[in-house]
């Protein structure tokens, strides 16, 4: 799939795995900007834990556990990719902050895409 940067400045392409249980995995793997980035396969339980950890609202500042001695641009890029897969929400207080969505929603979501890769060869699906 493809979403715009946080900042509406680039166009970022990943795309979405899945593993033989089922579990979401996404990549970063292209970015129309000047910003590098991790291409690691990251989990997308792993993300929504660590997002959960967040007492305030979330911010790319929240994901960079996810990429330690790393680009400090992945955060921010997977923040855009997990925004516009619509597993995260804009702040209503402040635009430049994100929160969760509901965990219900998210887990329908979540199951949508492993119900995507069943019974296909190949264990990717894109959004």
């Known amino acids: 799939g493809e979403c ?41 339980e792993e993300i929504d834990s660590l997002m959960g950890t967040e007492k305030g609202p979330i911010t790319s500042g929240s994901l960079h556990g996810l990429f330690e001695g790393k680009s400090s641009n992945s955060a921010g890029f997977v923040l855009a990719v997990i925004l516009s897969l619509g597993l995260l929400k804009i702040s209503s207080n402040n635009e430049r902050r994100y929160e969760r969505i509901d965990q219900k929603e998210y887990r329908k979501i979540i199951q949508a895409y492993a119900k995507k890769n069943t019974g296909k060869k190949r264990k990717e699906v894109t959004s």
């Open 4 to 44: 715009p940067s946080l900042s509406g400045q680039s166009t970022l392409t990943y795309r979405i795995g899945c593993n033989d249980d089922k579990d979401i995995y996404l990549c970063l793997t292209g970015n129309t900007g000047k910003g590098i980035f991790n291409k690691d396969w990251i989990s997308l």
